[in-house]
Nanobody, 125 residues
């Protein structure tokens, strides 16, 4: 069983920055990522990162490309989400997730098995 503990949410004005952290305990996982859910909307994937050889591979939702950066510290089993140039539409509950890497038709992704409790991010205009 893997437990995920998130931190770093809060309130910020548009254009500001926040950094989310999520530490996994239990055992090491290949894939970690961040999802978000705004009121009345479905949960969307924000960014994922997977171990790959000696490094990592990442993937981002189009809405956050160029503004958000996901990274991981394998030694600490921790994933980070650096969020810059925040917009009011980024307001949501952000969830950390962990799981295994999968590949379908040559395209990699993560099949998430574990979820954190969520941390609120609020961006005001």
């Amino acid at each position: 069983q893997v437990q995920l503990v998130e931190s770093g949410g809060g309130s910020v004005q548009a254009g500001g920055s926040l950094r989310l952290s999520c530490t996994a305990s239990g055992y090491s996982v290949s894939c970690m990522g961040w999802f978000r859910q705004a009121p009345g909307r479905e949960r969307d994937r924000v960014a994922i990162v997977s171990r790959s050889g000696g490094g990592a591979i990442t993937d981002y939702a189009d809405a956050v490309k160029g503004r958000f950066t996901i990274s991981r510290d394998n030694a600490k089993n921790t994933v980070y989400l650096q969020m810059n140039s925040l917009k009011p539409e980024d307001t949501a509950m952000y969830y950390c997730a962990a799981g295994v890497r999968i590949s379908r038709s040559g395209i990699w992704s993560c099949e998430m098995e574990y979820w954190g409790q969520g941390t609120q991010v609020t961006v005001s205009s």
